[in-house]
């Protein structure tokens, strides 16, 4: 007995020296590590890395860019089951310890005894939200002890909701993902709020290895991870039995989700990142940077779609070019991870129910693909890897049955492509050739083909990258604001943004401008007289230059109106001439040309000038707007940090027809604008809208008249060789410029009114729909008289016959004789009987 008393007072002494040596190894460690500790007040108010957003004029998120994709969230936002897995994951007893587990710190103690490293960590989530945000991730004992004292001056501190949120907001999730709401997204591209109990055990399961726990790269240990999690929910009470049983059993529906922009925008979403990159540097994808730009989200929407389809329309006229990689093979021998295959069988050792019931079903979310033979598991890895290029799919041929074919997508699914979305697959031999219709669809592409499928109405047909390439800009003319802009016919594709970069020659397409300057600055009138016959001009090289018309025919002397309308290179060079070129180009520089970038010769004329569709947009606005020179800009405005701070706003110069000519003031929304200086006199504007209406109504752009809208106007452009395919157009509200060409330079083998005008038709006619006709009304300064159309004379009152012209009434014509008979243009250009009057 005295022997036991003995055992037992020694014990007391040794436990009570045992304890207060850790008392005092804590206390000491406190005193030596304090000072260098961070101060754990700046978590009340800490902001957390934020990516860069870019989004539309009406808030519609068009960007997101940043290595951290973040979507912070308050605690409130948390959803209990979620709460729940995570507690069950990483810290049972976070609600009831004061910041470390003792527990989870003997085991870590004994690790590091018997292995000289901490593996398990025994972190509580208060120790690792320390960790985060105040300390480095290397795995030291100095880290460890520093971590514990911040924990417990934490909880001093803060509430443990505060720490949780914390929590769900840093930690990282893979695929660059931080955070459980930007994992919700990446891994099932939905909000938080709208998973289900095994979706958010899964994500649960990533913040002790996002890798090797990961659904997407590793989705068996993801799927025994998640179900163990569920395991100890159960068994912590946060579910019943019911609920884990039908938990366990769900299959994996994880799968890559990029950031989904609610705008497929995403040329002028980088063209946002690079300016905000070049402002802000790396900060700028940190610091909760968000630019709205000037898009209208339903512009840019009908403006893409318009500019795809017409792409599509395009290619689908040219012929079938073959599959995009051939044949395929449906599996390939790989290396197996063996160090990923470890612990499988560790893992859950503990509970061999969850082991069992996450083989059943890892084996019932193996995707099943009835009708393939053999193992098809590389194609779908292939798939999985090849991105859409806009609506175009990738898929691979399974097999082809007379006029049918069958192609397995990357959702596993095989869809049946019938003859209808397959007959148009004649062979491609050049732009102006192709092959007979195919005599079936094993004449088209094999088994293994990798092809393009396109959901036509409620079918799939077969496509392909089209050949050719093309660019859309939306202007609204009174300010210059950019509302729709698509570079290409896919950003996935080709980051080239046609749009900005691509400097083509605009043929046509510029020759309203020459016209312009003549009617202004070199005295003529829509009547002037100008022949349409050939010229030999001689060159500094020594070689002749002989210009002709589109159809190598000339109509000999032409009013000025009709050699604009119906596009007359000749006549064109004649104005030209007669304006003389340092005129020209001084005129020129008024609506925004660089004149160092203008031809200093008379192709300048034919429209020999590179430049890009933008550009070409921005001096169409001009002509729309009234005459001001407007500049085009597409950012509204720039915020920064967590309380929006307005670091940048825009302040273009406008347009204002109504002010008086002094001003230099109006509102716009209610915000004061500066007015744009007026650089074009309205008289003879007036003059050539109506000849630009002419084009709509009598010449190559007759295909607009389909809109049944009398307010717009605009001019095709064709270059040599049929290169490059321009149309732009406008009313008083909306400037719209479409290119269609090849990157390389090569012909399309169309005209503008056969590539571009379509595009065109397609954005404006949605665009326009329900808005009001607006037609300028006749400036003061402009009469209207009847001339002789072969002479362009005015006519005596009692002289029959004749047209109608508008003229400034300085420029008003002098009297034909009256010995000299006129007659009448019908409307296709060819002397007729009747009136035709112009537009305007």
């Known amino acids: 007995m005295k022997l036991f008393i003995r055992l037992l007072t020694t014990a007391f002494w040794l436990l009570l020296s045992l304890g207060s040596g850790i008392v005092l190894a804590v206390v000491g460690a406190a005193l030596y590590f304090a000072p260098g500790l961070p101060d754990v007040h700046q978590l009340q108010n800490y902001e957390l890395q934020t990516p860069l957003r870019v989004y539309t004029d009406d808030g519609k998120l068009i960007g997101e860019y940043g290595e951290e994709r973040r979507m912070p969230i308050s605690f409130d936002e948390i959803p209990k089951p979620l709460v729940n897995a995570l507690l069950a994951a990483e810290d049972a007893n976070f609600y009831n310890h004061p910041g470390v587990d003792p527990k989870g710190l003997l085991r870590a103690a004994v690790e590091l005894a018997s292995s000289g490293d901490i593996q398990s960590g025994g972190s509580t989530i208060t120790m690792q939200v320390a960790r985060n945000y105040l300390l480095t991730l290397d795995q030291t004992f100095t880290r460890k002890i520093r971590e514990i004292l911040l924990a417990l001056q934490m909880e001093q501190i803060m509430s443990k909701q505060d720490i949780l949120e914390l929590y769900v907001n840093k930690i990282y999730l893979g695929h660059r993902s931080y955070g459980v709401a930007a994992a919700a997204n990446t891994y099932y591209g939905k909000p938080l709020v709208d998973l289900t109990l095994p979706q958010y055990a899964m994500i649960a399961g990533l913040p002790k290895a996002p890798s090797t726990f990961n659904p997407l790269t590793n989705p068996e240990r993801a799927l025994i991870r998640r179900n163990w999690i569920l395991y100890r929910m159960r068994q912590l009470g946060s579910i019943d039995q019911t609920a884990y049983e039908a938990a366990v059993k769900a299959p994996i529906t994880a799968s890559r989700h990029v950031a989904q922009a609610e705008v497929d925008a995403p040329y002028v979403a980088e063209m946002a990142r690079s300016y905000a990159v070049e402002r802000f540097g790396d900060k700028a994808y940190t610091d909760n940077i968000r630019i709205t730009t000037t898009l209208d989200s339903r512009y840019q929407t009908e403006a893409r779609d318009a500019l795809v389809q017409g792409l599509i329309d395009y290619d689908t006229r040219h012929g079938w070019r073959g599959p995009e990689q051939k044949d395929v093979p449906p599996s390939l021998v790989e290396a197996q991870d063996r160090t990923e295959r470890q612990g499988l069988e560790e893992e859950l050792s503990e509970s061999p129910e969850v082991m069992q019931t996450a083989r059943q079903a890892a084996q019932s979310s193996q995707a099943s693909i009835e009708g393939i033979d053999g ?177 190598r025919r000339f109509q000999g002397p032409t009013r000025l109106r009709v050699g604009l309308y119906t596009s007359r290179n000749l006549v064109t060079i004649r104005v030209l001439q007669s304006l003389g070129l340092d005129n020209a180009l001084n005129f020129l520089e008024r609506f925004g040309f660089s004149r160092d970038r203008l031809p200093h010769g008379l192709s300048l004329a034919l429209g020999s000038a590179s430049l890009t569709p933008l550009e070409i947009a921005n001096a169409y606005a001009v002509l729309a707007n009234g005459g001001f020179q407007v500049a085009p800009w597409y950012i509204e405005k720039v915020t920064q940090g967590s309380e929006n701070t307005v670091v940048e706003e825009a302040n273009p110069l406008v347009a204002c027809r109504d002010c008086a000519p002094d001003a230099t003031q109006t509102e716009v929304d209610g915000e004061p604008r500066r007015i744009a200086p007026r650089v074009v006199d309205p008289d003879a504007l007036y003059i050539l809208r109506s000849i630009l209406r002419d084009v709509i109504e009598h010449g190559t752009g007759r295909a607009a008249l389909s809109l049944n809208r009398s307010d717009i106007v605009g001019k095709t452009g064709t270059t040599n060789d049929q290169r490059d395919a321009w149309f732009s157009g406008f009313n008083n509200s909306l400037v719209t410029t479409v290119w269609v060409g090849k990157d390389d330079n090569s012909t399309t083998a169309e005209y503008g009114a056969q590539a571009a005008l379509p595009i065109w038709k397609a954005f404006m006619g949605p665009a326009l729909k329900g808005t009001p006709e607006v037609i300028p009304e006749a400036p003061e300064n402009i009469v209207q008289v009847r001339i002789d159309p072969d002479t362009g004379k005015r006519l005596h009152d009692d002289q029959p016959g004749g047209i109608s012209e508008i003229f400034r009434k300085q420029n008003v014509p002098d009297y034909q004789p009256r010995g000299v008979q006129p007659e009448v243009e019908d409307e296709s250009g060819s002397q007729g009987t009747g009136t035709y009057e112009a537009i305007f």
């Open 375 to 551: 193992d098809v598991s590389n194609w779908l890895k292939v798939l999985e890897r090849t991105p859409d290029y806009g609506p175009l799919k990738p898929a691979i041929v399974v097999s082809t049955d007379g006029q049918q074919m069958r192609v397995l997508d990357a959702d596993g699914k095989v869809v049946t492509l019938d003859w209808d979305g397959l007959k148009w697959a004649r062979v491609y031999h050049s732009a102006k050739w192709r092959g007979d219709v195919p005599a079936n669809a094993a004449a088209i592409a094999s088994r293994g083909d990798l092809v393009r499928i396109l959901k036509s109405g409620d079918h799939w047909r077969l496509s392909q990258r089209p050949g050719a390439e093309g660019a859309i800009v939306v202007l609204d003319p009174n300010t210059g604001a950019i509302e729709a802009l698509q570079g290409g016919f896919s950003f996935a594709a080709s980051k080239f943004n046609r749009a900005i970069q691509a400097q083509r020659q605009v043929g046509s397409n510029f020759k309203p401008f020459v016209y312009l300057a003549a009617l202004q600055e070199g005295g003529m009138t829509a009547a002037t007289i100008i022949n349409d016959a050939p010229v030999v001009m001689s060159q500094v090289s020594g070689d002749d230059w002989r210009p002709e018309n589109a159809e």
